[in-house]
């Protein structure tokens, strides 16, 4: 009659077993890397070099089935790239956030529009090189690379060379200064290949630095180029002669770098690889990277390494002047915040003026000098915790100015919620208004 027990017990058992067995098998799946779409970070915007390069390999991927899971394209402008590679930077990583950047990694570190490089990631691969061409409007009085140092060493500081600051346009300039002492370029910041280019045409400016497909496009249209600074001369412009044949030791050309954040487990990060190795072997991706210039240079492991060590050298061995300093964010704010002290103290001098007791004095039971007192040191602590908060990245520059407009604004008008409208108007105005002269105008890293 006790026989129903270990009946029982052992189905027990046997489901219990079976649990874990599902459990395991989960496991295993869930491990199975990648189980879900792998985001890759452009740090510029749609339609861009660094873009269609990118969209490239990853049409080459989904279409030959090189990876189990798609990559998906998200573009993270602002800032010469440092917003979206901040925020890979910050990723989990587990893998199925990267970034892909060229050597403004390593630029932006140099120049110092960041405050870190590629130490702070896993590189993954690198793959295809850009050359880059100096070049001039066809009118332009220089015919080689020679008479253009010559006049920026005889006018310092007045031949103009468009590039954007912190990026690798900047760094081939300053590489052609180190290259002839004594020339000074005054560098300015127009933009992407079509505005240099109407700015050349226009006038505005004296040089600039283009891809090698940029040259080619308005080639025909009035530009000259003075000189290639690859190794060697490249196939689409043979007649252009290197930096170094016209002696000037200057070798730079950009390649796009795939990077994980700092702890993403090897294996993960060679599955990756892997994939981008395949696509850059196959038919389609090679005949479209030829048709955009681009040379199809797969870089990993140890040549990876290598290449990276010998690109920061040269980047390293330039500093940009001191005038190309770019304004310190967090010095404003702090500044502003002073300023800021300076007029509530003013007001509360004022307020010590013997007068009658005021309807607010008396519903706070405060005399007005320390309800000025409390109100100034409340605005002094938002304001501090507001530039925490950024700087310990937890809230992004627009949604901390906007809750710190509102706020703030609300206690300088005494809680009256009849101003809460308004001051949310002011609130989103200031902060994508500031959020985008900051990032395109001065190109500020901000979180």
């Known amino acids: 009659m006790r026989l129903p027990v ?82 890979v930077m910050n990723a989990e990583p587990d893998g199925y956030t990267i970034l892909c950047l060229h050597d403004g990694m390593i630029t932006a570190k140099h120049s110092g529009a960041a405050d870190y490089g590629p130490e702070a990631f896993l590189p993954i691969a690198g793959t295809g090189e850009v050359g880059l061409v100096i070049a001039v409007a066809q009118d332009a009085p220089y015919t080689d690379l020679k008479q253009l140092l010559e006049e920026a060493a005889d006018r310092p500081d007045e031949v103009v060379f468009s590039a954007n600051i912190g990026a690798p346009s900047h760094f081939v300039g300053l590489m052609l200064e180190r ?49 290639v600074c690859g190794p060697t001369r490249h196939a689409a412009a043979p007649d252009v002669l290197t930096a170094k044949e016209q002696g000037f030791d200057v070798v730079f050309s950009n390649m796009q770098y795939w990077w994980a954040p700092r702890g993403t487990p090897a294996d993960r990060t060679r599955v990756v690889a892997e994939a981008l190795s395949r696509a850059m072997r196959t038919e389609q991706v090679r005949e479209r990277l030829a048709a955009i210039h681009t040379d199809d240079v797969v870089l990993t492991g140890d040549a990876l390494a290598q290449s990276l060590t010998e690109r920061e050298r040269r980047i390293a061995g330039v500093s940009p002047r001191s005038i190309d300093d770019l304004p310190n964010f967090v ?8 300023v800021f002290g300076v007029v509530v103290f003013a007001q509360e001098v004022r307020a010590r003026v013997r007068r009658a007791p005021s309807a607010a004095n008396e519903a706070s039971g405060l005399p007005d000098y320390q309800r000025h007192y409390l109100m100034a040191g409340t605005a002094v602590a938002m304001t501090a915790l507001y530039v925490w908060l950024m700087q310990m990245n937890w809230l992004g520059f627009r949604v901390a100015t906007a809750l710190f407009v509102v706020g703030l604004g609300l206690r300088l008008t005494r809680m009256n919620m009849n101003r809460l409208p308004a001051l949310a108007v002011i609130a989103l105005a200031m902060s994508f208004g500031l959020h985008y002269v900051l990032t395109q105008v001065f190109v500020i890293d901000l979180p």
């Open 179 to 227: 290259a002839r002492p004594g020339a000074r370029f005054r560098y300015t910041s127009t933009g992407g290949g079509a505005k240099r280019f109407a700015a050349l045409v226009g006038g505005h400016i004296d040089v600039s630095a283009f891809s090698i497909a940029e040259y080619m496009q308005f080639k025909s249209e009035g530009l000259r180029a003075l000189a």
């Open 6 to 87: 270990p009946i029982d017990r052992c189905r027990l058992l046997v489901v219990v077993i079976a649990a874990l067995a599902c459990g395991s098998c989960d496991t295993a799946v869930d491990d199975t890397y990648p189980s879900r779409p792998i985001k890759v970070i452009v740090p510029f915007g749609a339609g861009g070099g660094s873009d269609t390069f990118v969209r490239i390999l990853q049409k080459a991927i989904e279409e030959d089935e090189l990876l189990p899971q798609p990559i998906v394209v998200v573009n993270v402008p602002g800032a010469g790239g440092t917003i979206g590679s901040r925020q």
């Open 331 to 338: 010095a404003w704010v702090f500044g502003a915040v002073v």
